[in-house]
T-cell receptor
Framework: DQQVKQNSPSLSVQEGRISILNCDYTNSMFDYFLWYKKYPAEGPTFLIS?????DKNEDGRFTVFLNKSAKHLSLHIVPSQPGDSAVYFCAASAGAGSYQLTFGKGTKLSVIP | NAGVTQTPKFRVLKTGQSMTLLCAQDMNHEYMYWYRQDPGMGLRLIHY???????AKGEVPDGYNVSRLKKQNFLLGLESAAPSQTSVYFC??????????FGSGTRLTVV
């Protein structure tokens, strides 16, 4: 049973527009959420995270929103750039200081120039 | 600033052959992980280690063994490779409460 779900395998967005990537989770023990970005032939790299005590975290063009009641988080990229084209993985961990992450299947974002 | 280094980067094995994938990290991280990535399946945890001399099973451990004899190294072994083990393998390391640092991956093909 998938505990972290990314229901959109792919997403295409025009350059300059907003990209919204969604993630749902089922485990109510999850309290720390991360987004990773992966380019072809490279390992995933950390992008942004959010703790369950917050509902928003912003870093430049990237903002993550957390809706705990809906068990839903989203990553907003504004404005989208062609270099943002990559696979984005949502991940979650449970418990204070937990070391183990559960990953979603990923969403492939294509930003069209 | 090497971070996490995986060797080899590519390998083709015949069914039944054995091999070891090496992961080395220079960040003094306690925790290390082996994942496999398959199309449409995301990242699935094979084995992990919470410190030198410890290992534990993840989501998909069958057909793999691991060892963590030194804190900086985490080895993934395939004793008898099968075509179902064709995948991209990623090693990662972390400290408790922080995100992972991943290696660049090993692309393994079993024919």
């Amino acid at each position: 049973d998938q505990q972290v779900k990314q229901n959109s395998p792919s997403l295409s967005v025009q350059e300059g527009r907003i990209s919204i990537l969604n993630c749902d989770y089922t485990n109510s023990m999850f309290d720390y959420f991360l987004w990773y970005k992966k380019y072809p032939a490279e390992g995933p790299t950390f992008l942004i995270s959010i703790s369950s005590i917050k509902d928003k975290n912003e870093d430049g063009r990237f903002t993550v929103f957390l809706n705990k009641s809906a068990k839903h988080l989203s990553l907003h990229i504004v404005p989208s750039q062609p270099g943002d084209s990559a696979v984005y993985f949502c991940a979650a961990s449970a418990g204070a200081g937990s070391y183990q992450l559960t990953f979603g299947k990923g969403t492939k974002l294509s930003v069209i120039p | 600033n090497a971070g996490v280094t995986q060797t080899p980067k590519f390998r083709v094995l015949k069914t039944g052959q054995s091999m070891t994938l090496l992961c080395a990290q220079d960040m003094n991280h306690e925790y290390m992980y082996w994942y496999r990535q398959d199309p449409g399946m995301g990242l699935r945890l094979i084995h992990y280690s919470v410190g030198e001399g410890t290992t534990a099973k993840g989501e998909v451990p069958d057909g793999y063994n691991v060892s963590r004899l030194k804190k900086q190294n985490f080895l993934l072994g395939l004793e008898s490779a099968a075509p179902s083990q064709t995948s991209v393998y990623f090693c990662a390391s972390s400290e408790q409460g922080y995100g992972y640092t991943f290696g660049s991956g090993t692309r393994l093909t079993v024919v």
